[in-house]
């Protein structure tokens, strides 16, 4: 069984930074690409970034290039996102996920399997 659990969520002001981590264990982690979502209330869950298995690749989605990195360590089996220049509308839940198959990173909800309880993000102005 694919476990996922998020950390290092919080509460901080705009302009603050955050590093997301997101430890997974039940199966070899390396040949997998990851990806972290957000929900906001209210909203549906939504894209933010993707990472290939060996960390050569990732993705972004709009909103987020320049300020958020996604990163990989395949010897910790864990995947990170770091979040710099945080603003009020980054505010959400912030899940990671893996797919059941290997493959090329992948940005849509339904191409993942496996999903973690979730880290709470809230950015005050």
């Known amino acids: 069984q694919v476990q996922l659990v998020e950390s290092g969520g919080g509460l901080v002001q705009a302009g603050d930074s955050l590093r997301l981590s997101c430890a997974a264990s039940?199966?070899?982690?390396?040949?997998?690409?990851m990806g972290w979502f957000r929900q906001a209330p209210g909203k549906e869950r939504e894209f933010v970034a993707a990472?290939?298995?060996?960390?050569?690749?990732?993705y972004y989605t709009g909103s987020v290039k320049g300020r958020f990195t996604i990163s990989r360590d395949n010897a910790k089996s864990t995947v990170y996102l770091q979040m710099n220049s945080l603003k009020p509308e980054d505010t959400a839940v912030y899940y990671c996920?893996?797919?059941?198959?290997?493959?090329?990173?992948?940005?849509?909800?339904?191409?993942?399997?496996?999903w973690g309880q979730g880290t709470q993000v809230t950015v005050s102005s």
């Open positions: 990472i290939s298995y060996n960390g050569a690749t990732t």
């Open positions: 039940g199966r070899p982690f390396s040949p997998y690409p």
């Open positions: 996920a893996a797919p059941r198959s290997p493959g090329p990173p992948r940005s849509r909800v339904i191409d993942y399997d496996y």
